[in-house]
């Protein structure tokens, strides 16, 4: 999407789009998460949050991490599994 964006407002070509976006898609094989609709739909019923928001809550829940965001109301939803960038560094 980012790319994308690039693109869109020529700042790189096409031909250098397609560069990295094929040199990204590389680095990211085999880092991709499937994260169970039940994990995620529950995290809905019980936050506001979107359901975009909670798959990185779950895939954080599932691999028994933290989720390091910016986003307010994840923060405020769930403070025992994310942490603001300030958190995370200090």
Same mark, same amino acid.
């Given at each position: 999407m980012y @790319?994308?964006? =690039?693109?869109e407002k020529e700042i790189l070509?096409?031909?250098?789009?397609?560069t990295y976006k094929l040199k990204l898609e590389i680095l990211l094989a085999g880092n991709e998460y499937d994260v169970p609709s039940l994990?995620? @739909?529950r995290? =809905?019923?019980?936050?506001?949050?979107s359901a975009?928001?909670?798959e990185f809550v779950a895939l954080a829940k599932r691999n028994n991490?933290?989720?390091?965001?910016e986003?307010?109301?994840i923060l405020k939803q769930f403070p025992k599994i994310a942490?603001?960038?300030a958190e995370a560094i200090s």
């Open positions: @790319l994308r964006c =690039i693109y070509t096409l031909e250098q789009t397609t994990d995620v @739909l995290l =809905i019923e019980t936050s506001e949050c975009y928001d909670c991490t933290m989720l390091v965001t986003d307010k109301k942490m603001s960038l």
